[in-house]
């Protein structure tokens, strides 16, 4: 079956640190890997994206850093500031077979201390 | 610019009710459809999707219904609710050209069965 575990669950961390949160596949078909940015009682926003052409992709404070021959994928947030508390889901997909259907990580929980 | 709306945004009902949800997309045509729950702390569930008119997908055999009966509307119904129904409802479109696409989101409906 078709996984993508995320971790951590939550994560803490004082403003002006950095945040990491890790994911890792399984199918090396997945060729898009999205992170989404979840606030309460709001949906899940597109905050960045990745394709496995490139090792790394930065927008911001946030870059994503993919290594292929692992199969993972990390989101890291500079400066983390209390206004990025959120929970974030990593995601992949893949263009071939006309699947249109993402695989979501659990998400990750994210508290930054003022 | 694309906008995707839902409703209502919170809805308390007794179990054995009907349920019906709405969910339109705006400024694009085509698009894929897809209806989540997301329960409490926790990820996201696909409950069903769809790539045209009339044609839906279901992820999970349970309680819910979907359908599609125009292009950027998409419905998700139940005859009777029951507690286990409660939830965080999602939709979202994502466009077909190019590959990939990323999902967008609603801002969710907030369900809670009595």
């Known amino acids: 079956q078709q996984q993508v575990k995320q971790s951590p669950q939550s994560l803490i961390v004082q403003k002006g640190g950095i945040s990491i949160i890790n994911c890792a596949y399984e199918?090396?078909?997945?060729?898009?890997f999205p992170w989404y940015q979840q606030f309460p009682g709001k949906g899940p926003a597109l905050l960045i994206a990745?394709?496995?052409?490139?090792s790394e992709k930065k927008e911001g404070r946030f870059t994503i850093s993919f290594n292929k021959s692992a199969k993972q994928f990390s989101l890291h947030i500079m400066d983390s500031q209390p206004g990025d508390s959120a929970t974030y889901f990593c995601?992949?997909?893949?263009?071939?077979?006309?699947?249109?259907?993402?695989?979501f990580g659990r998400g990750t929980s994210l508290i930054v201390h003022p | 610019s694309q906008t995707i709306h839902q409703w209502p945004a919170t809805l308390v009902q007794p179990v054995g009710s009907p349920l019906s949800l709405e969910c339109t997309v705006e400024?694009?045509?085509?698009?894929?459809l897809y209806w989540y729950r997301q329960a409490a702390g926790r990820g996201l569930q696909l409950l069903f999707y769809s790539v045209g008119i009339g044609q839906i997908s279901s992820e999970v055999p349970q309680n819910l219904s979907a359908s599609r009966p125009q292009d950027r509307q998409f419905i998700l119904s139940s005859k009777k609710l029951l507690l286990s129904d409660s939830g965080f409802y999602l939709c979202?479109?994502?466009?077909?050209?190019?590959?990939?696409?990323?999902?967008?989101f609603g801002d969710g409906t907030r369900l809670s069965i009595l």
């Open positions: 995601a992949a997909s893949m263009s071939s077979g006309g699947s249109y259907i993402p695989t």
């Open positions: 990745i394709r496995p052409d490139v």
């Open positions: 400024g694009t045509s085509n698009p894929n």
């Open positions: 199918n090396t078909a997945f060729d898009y």
């Open positions: 979202a479109w994502s466009g077909k050209s190019r590959g990939n696409q990323p999902q967008h």
